[in-house]
């Protein structure tokens, strides 16, 4: 939990968020168990207000810069302003299945 923990205190510190969720999603992929390599992260913040999405994705990128250089192999991010957090009624849509398979498999 080392790298999660990691992320979500960068992204707390950077973003002041209303909302932050950083969910570790590598069990869901063909990782050893244990594995902190596939997250999601779920930010809603004021400073958000008036980005373009991908804006909001560079700014959560260049946060995260060496975790995505070292640890993380995959990263699925919902950026939110407050408001827009308010109209979802289900919150952020949930990640897709693995597709992927393992070199192992061929």
Same mark, same amino acid.
């Given at each position: ?14 973003? /002041? ?18 594995s902190e390599s596939h997250f999601k992260v779920?930010?809603? /913040? ?32 919902h950026t939110y302003t407050e408001s827009e ?10 990640s897709p299945a693995c597709r992927g398979g /393992?070199?192992?498999?061929?």
């Open positions: 939990m080392i790298v999660q923990q990691r992320i979500k205190e960068k992204l707390e510190q950077a973003f /002041s968020p209303l909302q932050l969720e950083v969910v570790n999603e590598s069990y869901m992929h063909n990782v050893p168990a244990g779920v930010v809603v /913040s004021a400073q958000f207000e008036g980005m373009r999405l991908i804006a909001r994705h560079r700014a959560v990128n260049a946060v995260l810069a060496n975790e995505l250089a070292n640890d993380i192999h995959a990263l699925a991010m957090w308010q109209n979802l009624f289900d919150g952020a849509p949930d /393992s070199k192992f498999d061929q």
